[in-house]
């Protein structure tokens, strides 16, 4: 079996990958009519030569063979999360991932690894993972705007509002145009004008004296200059993504700052 072995590697060393994988195959079958499994050496080289020729369910069936063998090591749960990736597998790709992390903590690949199972448990929900997971990436990790998105997506599921304040402002200072930043913002804003502007109205209707009324336009001059504010998240918004909800949000940002004429045009486009 040793001259099977040497032929085989060589064969992958000059890129002969079927004569490789027809050579590690003879040893396979010899490992397993002995019942002798878990003493096979090659399950992982059969597997990387079926992935080179594309045989994706092949090079799966011999990584998990040689997960369950004595030569099994940290590259073989990467190779098939790598390959459940490549066939859209998110669960069981997340299985291999935590796999990897729980079992290798010194693994060569374990900040790709985690870095991808963040991605991943953004991906299926698992918010609470992901938030914990993320105190654990690299700081050149945290830096990545896609990964900053999906922490602020886990953050905003788990209505942690103040993470989510600091993420959109750390995504707008690397890039203005960010459209989960501006999005934030732009709501953000809108919303904490449109309260207080209810709440004095509110108050104004129900004690109509000189007081209530410097009251309510003090309050009305916060109010505008919030309105301005998310007015220009959404007209940077709009400028990338034209949708009708957004011409909405501007319309209704004018019609409380009394530009009727802009706000009708904009109600327009929102149809």
């Known amino acids: 079996m040793s001259s099977s072995i040497d032929n085989g590697k060589s064969a992958f060393q000059t890129g002969n990958y079927e004569n490789a994988l027809q050579q590690f195959e003879e040893v396979i079958v010899y490992y397993e009519k002995k019942n002798q499994q878990k003493e096979c050496p090659v399950y992982g080289d059969a597997a990387y030569a079926a992935k080179q020729l594309g045989e994706t369910d092949k090079a799966i069936g011999y990584f998990k063979k040689d997960q369950r063998s004595n030569f099994v090591n940290a590259e073989t749960y990467y190779q098939l999360a790598l390959l459940y990736r490549e066939i859209d597998n998110l669960s069981k790709e997340l299985d291999e991932l935590e796999a990897y992390v729980n079992k290798f903590p010194e693994g060569k690949e374990l900040e790709k690894v985690e870095s991808r199972l963040f991605e991943v448990y953004v991906e299926s929900e698992n918010w609470e993972q992901a938030v914990t997971l993320w105190g654990k990436l690299s700081a050149d990790e945290q830096e990545k705007i896609n990964l900053l998105e999906g922490y602020f997506t886990a953050n905003k599921a788990l209505d942690i509002d103040s993470v989510c304040d600091v993420i959109a402002t750390n995504l707008l200072g690397k890039d203005e145009n960010n459209l989960t930043g501006l999005d934030w913002m732009a709501k953000k804003y809108f919303w904490q004008a449109e309260y207080r ?43 990338q993504d034209p949708k009708p909800a957004t011409a909405k949000y501007i319309g209704n940002i004018y019609n409380r700052l009394d530009d009727k004429k802009k706000a009708d045009y904009y109600y327009r486009l929102a149809k």
């Open 197 to 239: 502007y209810q709440d004095e109205l509110k108050a104004y209707e129900k004690n109509k004296t000189n007081k209530q009324y410097k009251k309510l336009l003090r309050a009305l001059d916060v109010v505008s200059s919030d309105f301005k504010t998310s007015l220009n998240y959404f007209k940077k918004i709009y400028a």
